[in-house]
C-alpha cells in the first residue's frame, strides 16, 4: 500500500531518493505503523516527534499501535519545546 509522509525542511534529509521538497510517497506492508515509518527514515525512537494522519495526531504511546490505510498522509515534525 502507499503511504504520504510529509516533513519539514529539517526532516526531509531523511526521506529517501524520489521525494519532492518535503514529501515522498511509500510503498509499506499493509501492516505498518507510523513507528515503521519513523524507523525506516532512520528517526530515532527516542526522540519526541508530532506525527499526525490525515490531520490528526497520533499520541506517541499510539505510534507503533495506529494502523496506517492505503493513501493516508503521514506528517512528521519535531515536538515543539516550550518553557
Known sequence: ???????IVR???HLPPGRQ???VELDVASDATPADILLRLGLSR???YLVKVNGRI??????????LR???ELTILPKPKYG
Open 1 to 7: 500500500m502507499k503511504v504520504n509522509v510529509r516533513t
Open 11 to 13: 526532516l526531509g534529509a
Open 21 to 23: 521538497g518535503n514529501r
Open 46 to 48: 527516542d526522540r519526541n
Open 58 to 67: 497520533v499520541p506517541q504511546p499510539r505510534h507503533g499501535l495506529a494502523r
Open 70 to 72: 492505503d493513501n493516508d
